[in-house]
């Protein structure tokens, strides 16, 4: 039996694939990696070596734009006199925080491999951005709860992921460019996203196929 690292549900056997031993769940959706094939740490690392994020590339600004231009819509819209920002999952290239610096804001930057001050997460933010970072998540249960603890009361979370709405049969998923890197881990449905909302008393808003707004 194994059970769902999201909600601990049981999960049913999805597909294997290369090896990889992938589950779903019937309660939330999420389609992960058998625990024990997840990467080693220094191995996820060195994925994330071969990542070129440069904040002046303007097509990776543009990749991130429908998550930076609805946090500035945010920002502009409701004036917060010195907001606590915080880039959740910076990577080697941080850009959202580039892209906000450019714009006058602020911004903590955190990733436990690039930038790992843990006192960024003794904080609470007004408003975090965390994108192409949940899919990387091994334990997402434990990672959700850091990640929504950091929040003020009123606090906004934006995620970014690639869902699997489109590839939620065996044969489509196996096709599916995003299982391709080894360190994505975890695979989640709209669903997925309603049901991390409901868990933990949230709205939840899809801006685009790959970007969803908690508050």
Same mark, same amino acid.
């Given at each position: 039996? =194994?059970?769902?690292?999201?909600?601990?549900?049981?999960?049913?056997?999805?597909?294997? *694939?290369?090896?990889?031993?992938?589950? %779903?769940?019937? !309660?939330?959706? &999420?389609? !992960?990696? %058998?625990?024990?094939?997840?990467?080693? @740490?220094?191995?996820?690392?060195?994925?994330?070596? &071969?990542?070129?994020?440069?904040?002046?590339?303007?097509?990776?600004?543009?990749? &991130?734009?429908? =998550?930076?231009?609805a946090m500035l819509e945010w920002l502009d819209t409701e004036q917060r006199q010195?907001?606590?920002? &915080?880039?959740?999952?910076?990577?080697?290239?941080?850009?959202?925080? =580039? =892209?906000?610096?450019e714009q006058g804001w602020k911004v903590h930057n955190y990733d436990p491999f690039? @930038?790992?001050?843990?006192?960024?997460?003794? %904080?609470? *933010?007004?408003?975090?951005?965390?994108?192409?970072?949940?899919?990387? @998540? *091994?334990?997402? +249960?434990?990672?959700?709860?850091?990640?929504?603890?950091?929040?003020?009361?009123?606090?906004?979370?934006?995620?970014?992921?690639?869902?699997?709405?489109?590839?939620?049969?065996?044969?489509?998923? +196996?096709?599916?460019?995003?299982?391709?890197?080894? #360190?994505?881990?975890?695979?989640?449905?709209?669903?997925?996203?309603?049901?991390?909302?409901?868990? *933990?008393?949230?709205?939840?808003? %899809?801006? #685009?196929? #790959?970007? @969803?707004?908690? #508050?």
């Amino acid at each position: 039996m =194994v059970l769902c690292r999201l909600c601990s549900a049981q999960t049913l056997l999805f597909c294997v *694939y290369k090896e990889r031993e992938y589950h %779903r769940c019937p !309660q939330c959706f &999420l389609i !992960q990696l %058998r625990r024990s094939q997840c990467p080693s @740490f220094e191995d996820e690392q060195a994925e994330y070596m &071969l990542h070129r994020n440069d904040p002046h590339d303007q097509g990776y600004r543009r990749f &991130l734009s429908p =998550v930076t231009n609805a946090m500035l819509e945010w920002l502009d819209t409701e004036q917060r006199q010195n907001p606590q920002i &915080l880039d959740f999952g910076a990577g080697s290239g941080p850009t959202i925080s =580039v =892209v906000l610096e450019e714009q006058g804001w602020k911004v903590h930057n955190y990733d436990p491999f690039f @930038f790992p001050d843990r006192s960024a997460l003794a %904080r609470r *933010y007004d408003l975090i951005s965390c994108t192409e970072v949940v899919e990387h @998540f *091994y334990e997402p +249960q434990r990672a959700w709860e850091l990640l929504m603890s950091l929040r003020t009361d009123h606090g906004q979370v934006v995620v970014m992921t690639q869902c699997s709405d489109a590839h939620f049969t065996a044969v489509d998923f +196996q096709a599916w460019r995003y299982i391709q890197e080894k #360190s994505h881990v975890a695979f989640y449905h709209s669903k997925t996203m309603f049901w991390i909302a409901k868990h *933990y008393g949230l709205q939840v808003s %899809r801006l #685009s196929p #790959s970007v @969803f707004w908690f #508050s």
